[in-house]
């Protein structure tokens, strides 16, 4: 089966560096996506990671580590448009299609 | 740019009603998804499709059909719906090859009484 974990809540001050974290569980692998959301907003995507590795974004930066099972959203210079909900996801181990998601993660930025 | 339309933000129905929920992406997508999100959930799908006229079951299928009879329109269908179905509804969509960056609408906000 599949499982995602990451934390419910973080919270950081504007202008901080903050990182998300993910770990995962899954019989087949085919990278990890992350996601943001706002309050009554539609997810919208960040970054994808197929391979072990940085990739680097602007401000943002997503990190994976399969030998880990574990990745991480690395989020700089901190602003206060930031506060929203992260989701990472991962392909569904028999189609790749589908993606499934972590429960997600709600950063509160303050001033 | 890319976008992906729902028809309604907010609905409200009776139980038992048959509801249909409609979603129109206009980027020539291949791969089209209906999730439910709930609080402390994530997102859930419930049926994807990849092909006109083809779909296959997500995660939480029951009470739910769809259907396809256009590339660029994807139909959620509540049979006979129940207060458990009340839920936050987001469509998707995806090019056939990058399939972990989706395009989401900006929900229905479906309210079952």
């Known amino acids: 089966g599949q499982s995602l974990e990451q934390p419910s809540e973080v919270t950081a001050v504007e202008g901080a ?3 998300i974290n993910c770990t995962y569980q899954t019989s087949g692998f085919y990278g990890l996506s992350w996601y943001q959301q706002h309050d009554g907003g539609a997810p919208t995507f960040l970054s994808y990671n197929g391979l072990d590795g940085l990739e680097e974004t602007g401000r943002f930066s997503s990190f994976l580590s399969r030998s880990d099972s574990y990745g991480y959203l690395l989020l700089q210079e901190l602003q206060m448009k930031d506060s929203a909900s992260y989701f990472c996801a991962v392909s569904h181990p028999r189609s790749s299609y589908k993606l499934i998601f972590g429960s997600g993660t709600r ?3 303050r001033p | 740019d890319v976008k992906v339309t729902q028809s309604s933000r907010y609905l409200v ?3 038992g009603e048959k509801v249909f929920l409609e979603c129109v992406q ?6 089209m998804f209906w999730y439910r999100q709930d609080p402390g959930l994530g997102l859930r799908l419930i ?3 990849y092909d006109v006229k083809m779909k296959e079951k997500g995660d939480i299928p029951e009470g739910y059909s769809v259907s396809r009879e256009k590339k660029e329109r994807f139909s959620l269908i509540l049979e006979s719906a129940s207060t458990n179905q009340t839920s936050m509804y987001l469509c ?3 090019p056939g090859t990058r399939t972990y960056e989706q395009y989401f609408g900006p929900g229905t906000r479906l309210t079952v009484t």
């Open chain 2, 92 to 94: 998707a969509s995806t």
């Open chain 2, 13 to 15: 129905k009776r139980t």
């Open chain 2, 47 to 49: 049926y994807f499709s």
């Open chain 2, 26 to 31: 206009d980027m020539d997508h291949e791969n």
């Open chain 1, 107 to 109: 950063l509160l930025v």
């Open chain 1, 17 to 19: 560096i903050v990182q």
